[in-house]
């Protein structure tokens, strides 16, 4: 395929992988004062988002606590330039809610407990193009020079949810463990479509129809291992993300391929939809330290984290099927994913007794090598287009402290930029390697508000409990 035809597939494929961002595991941050502290809390958390960045920075908390993030909004953008070897470029922005956590506390049996509900991942991408041409160029589909219209579509949605119990307790004076464990319900389906119809000679039409989907569930658990550490000037937090332990998986694929209106011995007609798949996800090991350093009455917040790679390994395995060539077509739905650092830092900063202001930073570097999302069919052969969107978080906020509880309130601002560099084919003719730029913008709109009035209707439970 060559020229505008190409263009157009290759841009509404390229974007199931510009949104998913599954490989970039500080892109989304759960909570209200660690939203705006970029997610640099494994040493210092001291909302219910605890529960998911060390569980043993429970027994810190002093009173039990429902809290809820209120209202998280976000307005992302995303441009490609250089599309087809020029000055060329396309642009979309999007405004929709902010994944959130909701939970409380509670003491049982003389210890720590605190449940969660958190919305871990939200993705729904609907993107549809028209292009009209004319006097087009010699297609690989059909070899025409005639008035052309292309249809693309792409549809992709990533749900992830997580109710989740944790556990802790104090060793000694300085030193807790916790354990946390969620159970996800994880759905993700995608798909793509492109219809191209164009006039041919003899006044008549050929057609073009190309579908290509698949879906996703997993069904299993989360368990994070956490430890808090109370030095003389500082504290400093442990928490140890176990990999994925799927209970049930199940997955589906389609592919449709129509030619029509050239002629017989060119007309084709490949329709297929296999249910009960073989599925796999997986999550690797990961790894973070964090430490809360006061200075005077404002508080340091430092953290490292360490995600370790996958070995490539088959999210769907999808049979071999005939599409007319002389061997039957095999759709590789490999991912591969490499080890990754992430740094950043907070300040929290005391101005009044009831009025701190937050400031962060944090790198999200992307994982993966091999995308499973890249399973579009091109001449038989597949498209890589991994973009590797490494990208840098900030934060600041206000939190409010008031008589009946407390409302953190603030804007978080993500963004980066990347570049394909491995395409099959060259999106122009020329002898010249040619390169897509992507850059990505997302700002995010936090009011959070954190409630007391739960204390005396928990403690009454837990004691008829007890």
């Not at 441009?79 to 959130?100: A, E, M, R, Y």
């Not at 300085?174 to 319900?185: E, N, R, T």
């Not at 990999?243 to 449709?256: A, D, Q, R, S």
């Not at 077509?329 to 937050?358: D, H, P, W």
Request: proline share 2%.
């Amino acid at each position: 395929m060559q020229g505008k035809f190409y263009f157009t597939l290759l841009l509404f494929f390229l974007c199931s992988n510009i949104f998913s961002q599954q490989g970039n595991y500080k892109f989304n941050n759960y909570g209200n004062s660690s939203m705006l502290l970029s997610g640099n809390v494994t040493g210092s958390v001291e909302d219910i988002a605890l529960t998911y960045y060390n569980p043993a920075r429970l027994t810190e908390l002093q009173s039990t606590k429902f809290a809820f993030n209120a209202q998280a909004y976000q307005a992302s953008s995303y441009k490609l330039s250089n599309l087809s070897g020029d000055q060329s470029s396309i642009s979309d922005n999007n405004f929709d809610g902010v994944p959130s956590i909701a939970g409380g506390t509670f003491n049982l049996f003389g210890t720590r407990f605190a449940y969660a509900v958190l919305s871990k991942s939200r993705v729904n991408i609907d993107l549809n193009y028209t292009s009209n041409f004319e006097n087009n160029e010699p297609l690989d589909v059909f070899d025409f020079m005639n008035e052309s219209t292309t249809k693309t579509s792409l549809n992709n949605k990533i749900k992830d949810d997580w109710l989740g119990l944790t556990w802790a307790k104090k060793i000694n004076e300085k030193l807790s463990l916790g354990i946390s464990g969620f159970a996800s319900i994880y759905k993700e389906s995608n798909s793509t479509h492109l219809n191209f119809v164009e006039k041919i000679p003899n006044d008549g039409i050929a057609f073009y129809n190309s579908s290509v989907g698949f879906k996703q569930e997993s069904y299993g658990l989360f368990f994070k291992l956490g430890a808090n550490y109370q030095f003389s000037k500082f504290e400093l937090g442990l928490n140890m993300n176990l990999p994925y332990l799927e209970i049930y998986n199940k997955g589906k694929y389609n592919y449709t391929n129509i030619i029509a209106g050239v002629n017989p011995e060119n007309d084709k007609f490949y329709d297929y939809n296999f249910k009960d798949l073989e599925s796999d996800r997986k999550v690797p090991l990961g790894i973070s330290i964090g430490a809360g350093v006061p200075v005077k009455k404002s508080k340091l917040h430092l953290n490292l984290d360490y995600i370790f790679g996958l070995n490539a390994y088959n999210r769907l395995t999808i049979p071999q099927f005939e599409t007319g060539n002389e061997v039957l077509t095999t759709v590789l739905f490999e991912e591969k994913r490499n080890g990754v650092f992430n740094f950043g830092a907070g300040f929290e900063i005391f101005m009044t007794e009831k009025i701190s202001s937050f400031i962060s930073f944090s790198t999200d570097l992307n994982s993966i090598e091999n995308n499973a999302n890249d399973f579009i069919l091109f001449d038989n052969g597949e498209l890589n287009n991994n973009f590797n969107e490494n990208l840098i978080h900030f934060g600041l906020g206000i939190d409010s402290k008031l008589k009946w509880g407390n409302i953190v309130f603030g804007t978080t601002l993500t963004n980066g930029s990347s570049r394909l560099n491995n395409v099959n084919k060259p999106l122009i003719d020329s002898n010249t390697k040619q390169y897509i730029n992507l850059k990505y913008n997302r700002w995010q709109f936090i009011i959070g508000i954190e409630i007391p009035f739960l204390n005396d209707k928990l403690k009454e439970v837990t004691k008829k409990l007890i």
